[in-house]
């Protein structure tokens, strides 16, 4: 799901960065610089992952989870100053389009 909104977002024109197991994590550094955070991760690891990122966040950004079920990273983004937004989109990544397609929203 983290390739499919990052081609999203750079289809759009807004720069994009990413941590992963093959690139290497630096959440610090990634964390102090976006305005968007969006946690496309396992979820067995989503809450956990949040927490150790919301020590670099700061008021005024936006965490946004992708997991498919809400209560434990939606509590963990909570613990955070950032805005939080839950999401869960009714589809995959196999997609050619986001038109038509459905995403529940939690907001925080």
Known sequence: ??????????????????????RGFDTPSLARWADILLFTVPLKDTPSIIRETIPH????????????????PMEAMLESECDVLGLHPM??????????QTVIVCEG
Do not use: C, H, N, Y
């Open 57 to 72: 966040t700061r008021a005024g950004q936006l965490l946004v989870d992708m997991a498919s079920l809400k209560v434990g």
């Open 91 to 100: 589809f995959g990544p196999p997609i050619s389009t986001f038109a038509g």
């Open 1 to 22: 799901m983290g390739t499919l909104f990052r081609r999203f977002f750079e289809d759009r024109g807004f720069e994009v960065r990413s941590s992963d197991k093959l």
